[in-house]
């Protein structure tokens, strides 16, 4: 139709259609207006935000500030400013109108106050935005974790989409851990108020070691985030925040006790001091547990052992002067756990003492130009000692025995560069020292680190995120992750976002310098730096009958590499109805696997560890959340997880070896194996999901929550013949739903809070799950010290 | 209550996924003809350290068992070269099964009157119902069945190894046709090493070795061994 116009006149309809779109854009309001203090003197470098957009804009020298291009509706304003109170209010933008306001700041108080903000995650020990970084977050507020009523923090992880507490049988009975988006446990960092923790049971982090008592908040990121935390943040980061100062004086004691003699006391504190130029917390906790078993063949002794635990915690802020402030952290737990199993023979006690200690000094400066310096010292170190005694013959078997240290030094800032431009940057270095009865001498690894993050918003819709950091370890050179994210805002209701990452992980300590045989079976393995001499030792006391050629292949153990690709977005409907949808997928290669590389002359295997396999997890991560009121909120979430064995699928393909057959129970026998009959990688469900309700109501101080979790089948082991990999024949652990719910009661001007929960209200147990418990009834009650105001304490949700 | 409806769906739903747990379904290994051994203890006291500070090293003691008594039989140097065992237990964690032949070096019977065979055959136990030749049983003897495919493809075993969970798993569908001792026909069937046959071995630390196993002894000399009837 196009064609019938003679030329000169298509020329002006384009002109048209033109000016009209242009024109298109006046249907959007603009905001501008004034930052003063309270004598009225403008205010220059003042950010103001307004959300839910999230926009920023910089106040000018003469105090002024525009933001336009908004669409017409009701947005937050705050403003934040060192040495001011926090600012907010709601402002009403309307189509082709300019807005125009006045802001007057008071002065703030002397102390520098955390200043909470409604979708703003300040947190006082990283200047890194968890939740503004490439790849998608989510974040467990502590309102969240109460309405469950959890007391560990596996008890809290495990309910989320996509994330799995998962058993390495082969590792022991000890040896649990967080499966995020198919990734073993050793691929996600674990963090305490932005630092590393240590401690992992050949990769696995045992998350019961955390009590929930004094979290504020647990942020998950998941994607490949090297760019900024280095080492091991392959899959994801957890970081744990901890409470976080206020300035009136609070206290609040707490007592639960439930199911297999479960005992959770907390009893902690905090106050200002020095007339507010410092503010002081305390925490204590004592948590014990009977433990459960799960197996049925068991006499004595539980799959879940039993323990009791203390965990102490302190932080300290001091004002040095009005923009510079000391702050201390240190937390020290301690655990304990003995179980004494038997089958009904061969009777056996198993030992575990744990120690846990973490601290840091930090000092924060903000400039006058608005960049944020922060300056800190941590110290981890983790000590571990565990034993099986054999009750029959005495003979002890030692389990895991070592004392693990990590310095820690990093310089973080922060600055707004422009309205438009945000960067945060750093570096530092570590020095990780490993002291295990199972390596030849202690082992030390030291690196150093730079990074960086820009947040730019490139246009009005379009922001972009990138980073990059450069580590430079002893024992593997220098290694550079970038990450790039784009957040687009197609709609008012319509953000899409895309991200990529790299990720790394170091191979740890056991996978370079183990000795170990063990001592029930007699198969021996060897890290990567020993095995070369060790094998030597064994073949002049003639135990070796052959060396396999792969063996050529251990030398020089590389870091494990992936690159994680994100896409995704979140629409919201109505304004109650949020749906988010992420697509992932995770490349992995130079992944480290335990081969058999010798042969004993006892019949038993030598392993040692090569960067041999490649695979890629992917799958999609499907969230709804529906605030049906302002008391009720329903919120939904589903993975689907692919978990693929590259090297498994060449192998098939190829019918090298083992991997050439399948059993098929039908036929009796073997027969060639294909594509179709490899499952995916153990302990991986396929489908994830979950299903929350929530009620809080503000008026009546009840609030509880009713959780549904579902996981779909996943490999336990092989049976029927060995082919070394998931067939659909092999043994799988059934698919499963965990109910669990809690509620709540305040009383007393939120003085006093009863709480009731049940966990795995339909008492599910399988064999095959040795950590999942039973039932578990707890009834709790919880003091809050505080002076009665008309403005209430702090609401830290 | 606004919410009476909602709160009704929901303890609906709840009622909807009861997920209790289900006992594990174990088929009865009786059958009235053959003779079950449940949980025969193997040497449970031995190690295999080499070298490991403060533990002495023991190797597995071997034993021998007799078919027709249902006896263990651990004084191994007495009855080696007699007719009184049919199959040993030898090895690290006895999981080596041998048979008593006097002709056959691999056989600790070796230069005893045994004529003991075994032959592997990739069929469920009550399908076995005939043994085949002398020839065929000759030809195809094992002299021992151990770990599957150790230490060549051809050494058809009756358990393997996960090698991620470091557990030794039962062969499944897999019988073993015997001579015994006598040279009478049997036929045997080696279900588990860990202690209460348990279908799945969740836990490194499982008692072992406690032998499970069945088997039928055709006393009549002839090659039938069928069971179920």
């Known amino acids: ?84 109170e926090s600012h907010r209010e709601e402002i009403e933008v309307e189509t082709g109108k300019n807005k125009s306001i006045m802001i007057r700041l008071k002065a703030g108080n002397h102390s520098l106050d955390e200043v909470e903000i409604a979708g703003a995650h300040r947190n006082p020990d990283n200047l890194i935005d968890m939740m503004k970084t490439a790849m998608p977050g989510q974040v467990i507020t502590r309102k969240e974790i109460e309405m469950m009523g959890s007391r560990r923090l596996d008890e809290v992880l495990k309910e989320q989409t996509g994330l799995a507490i998962v058993s390495d049988i082969g590792s022991g009975s000890r040896a649990v851990g967080l499966q995020m988006q198919g990734f073993d446990s050793g691929y996600t960092m674990i963090m305490i108020d932005g630092q590393p923790m240590v401690g992992r049971n050949n990769g696995n982090f045992d998350l019961s070691r955390i009590t929930v008592s004094n979290i504020e908040r647990i942020e998950i990121i998941k994607g490949a985030s090297s760019c900024l935390f280095g080492s091991e943040a392959l899959a994801g980061v957890i970081n744990i925040v901890t409470r976080k100062n206020i300035t009136e004086p609070q206290g609040m004691a707490a007592l639960r006790y439930g199911s297999f003699n479960m005992i959770d006391a907390t009893l902690e504190g905090e106050t200002p001091f020095a007339g507010k130029r410092g503010t002081v917390y305390f925490s204590g906790n004592y948590y ?510 | 209550m606004r919410h009476t409806t909602l709160i009704a769906a929901v303890l609906v739903m709840g009622s909807i996924f009861t997920a209790c747990t289900k006992k594990e379904d174990r088929p009865d290994l009786e059958d009235g003809k053959s003779t079950v051994i449940n949980d025969l203890e193997g040497d449970i006291g031995a190690s295999m350290a080499d070298g490991i500070d403060g533990k002495v090293k023991r190797p597995f003691k071997d034993w021998y068992f007799n078919f027709k008594k249902k006896e263990k039989i651990t004084d191994t140097v007495e009855n080696a070269r007699t007719l009184n065992w049919d199959i040993g237990f030898t090895g690290v964690y006895n999981s080596m099964v041998v048979i008593n032949n006097g002709t056959d070096r691999k056989s600790p019977g070796y230069g005893g009157p045994g004529k003991g065979m075994i032959i592997s055959v990739n069929l469920p136990y009550k399908l076995v119902a005939e043994a085949p030749s002398a020839e065929e049983m000759k030809n195809n003897n094992l002299s021992f069945v151990g770990w599957d495919k150790y230490p060549q493809p051809y050494n058809a075993g009756w358990y393997f190894y996960d090698l991620k969970t470091h557990i030794s798993i039962p062969v499944k569908s897999r019988t073993f046709i015997l001579l015994t001792a006598e040279g009478k026909y049997a036929k045997l069937e080696l279900l588990n090493i860990y202690k209460g046959n348990p279908a799945v071995v969740s836990d490194l630390h499982w008692p072992a070795p406690y032998f499970t196993f069945r088997y039928f002894v055709q006393e009549d000399g002839s090659r039938n061994l069928k069971t179920n009837e």
């Open chain 1, 1 to 84: 139709m196009f064609n019938l116009i003679p030329i000169k006149y298509r020329l002006l309809l384009l002109f048209a259609f033109a000016s009209c779109s242009l024109r298109a854009a006046d249907v959007k309001g603009k905001l501008s207006g004034i930052v003063t203090n309270e004598a009225g003197v403008p205010l220059q470098g003042i950010a103001i935000t307004v959300d839910p957009d999230h926009k920023r804009a910089l106040s000018d020298a003469k105090g002024r500030f525009t933001l336009d291009h908004l669409y017409a509706g009701t947005y937050t304003l705050t403003v934040t400013a060192i040495g001011y």
């Open chain 1, 288 to 797: 014990r547990t009977e433990g459960f078993n799960s197996n049925p063949y068991l006499k004595e002794g539980k799959t879940a052992p039993p323990f009791d635990s203390y965990a102490l915690q302190g932080r300290g802020r001091y004002l040095l002067t009005d923009k510079s402030s000391l702050n201390f952290n240190g937390r020290y737990t301690a655990r304990h756990s003995v179980n004494e199993i038997s089958y009904g023979v061969m009777p056996s006690k198993d030992v575990l003492d744990e120690y846990d200690l973490n601290g840091s000094v930090a000092l924060n400066t903000n400039f006058n130009d608005g960049t944020k310096l922060k300056t800190q010292y941590y110290l981890t170190r983790y000590q571990t000692n565990q034993n099986i005694t054999d009750l029959n013959s005495g003979s002890l078997i030692p389990g895991n025995q070592f004392e693990q240290y990590l310095h820690r030094f990093e310089v973080q800032g922060a600055r707004v560069l422009s309205p438009v431009v945000e960067l945060t940057a750093g570096a530092g270095g570590a020095y990780e020292l490993l002291d295990n009865n199972a390596y030849r001498s202690s082992k030390t690894m030291a690196n150093y680190f730079i990074y960086g993050q820009i947040d730019w918003q490139l246009s009005r819709r379009l922001s972009f995120i990138g980073g990059a950091r450069y580590d430079d370890h002893d024992k593997y050179g220098a290694k550079l992750n970038p990450s790039a994210g784009l957040r687009y805002q197609a709609m008012k209701n319509l953000v899409l976002k895309a991200a990529v990452g790299t990720g790394f992980k170091t191979p740890n300590f056991q996978q370079l310098y183990l000795v170990f045989t063990n001592v029930q079976t007699g198969y021996t393995v060897l890290g990567a730096e020993e095995f070369w001499r060790e094998i030597q030792i064994l073949k002049d006391a003639g135990q070796i009958t052959n060396v396999f050629p792969m063996a050529r292949q251990i030398g020089n153990l590389k870091p494990e590499r992936s690159v994680s690709y994100s896409g995704g977005f979140t629409y919201s409907p109505l304004g109650s109805v949020k749906l988010d949808v992420n697509v992932f997928y995770n490349d992995l290669k130079d992944f480290i696997n335990s081969e058999q590389v010798a042969l004993k002359t006892n019949g038993q295997q030598v392993y040692s560890y090569v960067n041999i396999a490649r695979a890629y997890m992917t799958g999609t991560e499907i969230g709804l959340n529906w605030t049906m009121s302002k008391s009720l909120n329903i919120s939904a979430g589903y993975q689907l997880l692919y978990a693929v064995d590259k090297g498994v699928v060449d192998s098939i393909k190829a019918g090298t070896g083992s991997y050439a057959l399948v059993y098929d129970p039908a036929l009796y026998d073997m027969r060639r194996s294909t594509r179709k009959d490899y499952v995916g990688m153990n302990n991986r469900s396929r489908h994830m999901a979950n299903i929350k309700f929530t009620y809080a109501e503000e008026k009546t101080g009840w609030s509880g929550s009713f959780r549904v979790n579902y996981r779909s089948k996943y490999g336990f082991m092989e049976a029927n013949r060995a082919n070394n990999f998931l067939d659909p024949y092999d043994t799988f652990v059934r698919s499963f739903f965990l109910l669990s719910g809690a509620v709540q009661k305040t009383l007393y001007q939120k003085h006093l809070q009863l709480q009731f929960s049940v966990d795995n209200i339909m008492d599910y147990r399988d064999q095959l799950m040795p950590a999942q418990q039973g039932r578990a009834i707890v009834l709790g009650l919880s003091w809050r010290f505080f002076k009665n105001r008309t403005v209430k304490p702090m609401d830290r949700s």
